[in-house]
């Protein structure tokens, strides 16, 4: 049996603040990276003090902004309640640690949606307790890992959560068999596709995608202040030295040999090959996880797709499905390299939400890893 969540009996007025502070995190949905997005509240019982959202890396942390609008305010936060989405930090580095900000600041109590994965900043818990602040750790848990699931991920299994944006027939069709795809779905749904690229910090393609389509993978339709590191899986480094993903030089081509010397200066390049001379996908994960990315979206053809889900390597799917039917033969989703032989062992999946944008369909989806059970599903 599971033992009960100690803030599943919260009051009505701590989860209402804790959505505040939430609602506050998402604020930082495209410019915090590489850091998590985070959200701080503090009140004195349901009146709001101050309040406060880490916007970027070597900004003030949430907890800092929400002491900063108090102070302007006016307001005395002494006993007060602070209210954050992530354990405050208890490590001084471009910015001083929370926690000792929280304790200096008079606060009396402390209510973080999560602990912090980070083993190097994590311990502000108990560096609260023993000054004399009670902490409590659980509220809205589970939205609060949502807002960062690439943190998490990045801190606890070394790499990136890996997220796959696909188009597609309502008979699964991704394009035509020569590569015809423009446009399968409308211009609502390639819009939102912009804003799933806006929260990446890295947009991962293949070398087909490049060759078929030339596309830039840059963010357009929405306003952000940055552009996601473009990373290209060219086993054989043959990414034409015209291709737009290389104009902007912010790109990285990992190959299984030597880069081409053709590329453009200022190209970032990484040879990984595995034993059997392609792209080691795993060690990739891996060294975008030492280059601070949380999360990686994936806009990729239906090998490199396939490559990601025999390698146990995707985590959700984003799918937008058109209304309309392409028919055999034309191109899949997701090109696996063995073929099943049992339904059983198929990819299985979570539906997390289903929305209809413009005239196509949302699916996001969940990848349940090992025995995980959908938890829509009943026992």
Not at 6 to 20: H, V
Not at 129 to 150: F, H, Q, T
Not at 356 to 362: M, N, Q, V
Request: with cysteine.
């Amino acid at each position: 049996m599971t033992a009960p969540n100690p803030m599943s009996t919260a009051g009505g007025a701590d989860r209402e603040l804790m959505a505040r502070a939430l609602g506050l995190a998402a604020r930082g949905l495209y410019t915090t990276t590489p850091n998590p997005r985070v959200g701080c509240v503090i009140a004195r019982g349901a009146d709001v003090l101050g309040e406060g959202w880490h916007e970027r890396a070597g900004g003030p942390h949430a907890e800092v902004a929400a002491l900063a609008d108090a102070r302007a305010n006016g307001r005395d936060v002494t006993g007060a309640t602070a209210y954050v989405t992530l354990e405050p930090c208890n490590h001084d580095g471009r910015t001083p640690a929370c926690a000792g900000a929280l304790i200096a600041a008079g606060i009396g109590r402390v209510v973080a949606a999560m602990g912090d994965p980070n083993p190097v900043a994590a311990g502000g818990a108990a560096r609260l307790r023993d000054a004399g602040i009670a902490v409590e750790i659980g509220l809205l848990e589970a939205d609060a890992r949502a807002l960062n699931p690439g943190f998490v991920s990045r801190m606890t299994r070394g790499r990136p959560w890996v997220r796959t944006k696909l188009a597609a027939s309502l008979d699964g069709k991704s394009a035509l068999a020569g590569g015809e795809s423009k446009w399968i779905t409308g211009p609502e749904a390639r819009a939102d596709g912009h804003a799933w690229r806006a929260r990446a910090c890295a947009i991962l393609t293949g070398i087909g995608t490049v060759r078929d389509d030339d596309p830039a993978l840059t963010v357009r339709e929405v306003r952000t202040p940055r552009q996601p590191l473009i990373v290209v899986v060219d086993r054989h480094a043959e990414t034409p030295p015209a291709a737009r993903v290389l104009s902007g030089g912010n790109a990285l081509v990992v190959t299984a040999r030597d880069a081409n010397p053709a590329w453009p200066q200022g190209v970032r390049t990484l040879a990984l090959p595995d034993a059997a001379g392609r792209v080691d996908l795993a060690a990739l994960m891996q060294e975008l996880a030492l280059l601070g990315i949380n999360e990686l979206h994936v806009e990729a053809g239906a090998r490199l797709n396939g490559a990601l889900l025999d390698a146990d390597l995707v985590d959700e799917v984003v799918l937008y499905v058109a209304p309309g039917l392409i028919g055999d033969p034309a191109r899949g989703l997701f090109q696996r390299r063995d073929a099943l032989g049992r339904l059983d062992e198929r990819t299985r999946l979570a539906f997390t939400s289903v929305e209809r944008i413009g005239a196509d369909l949302r699916i996001v989806a969940r990848v349940l890893s090992g025995g995980q059970q959908d938890p829509t599903e009943e026992g």
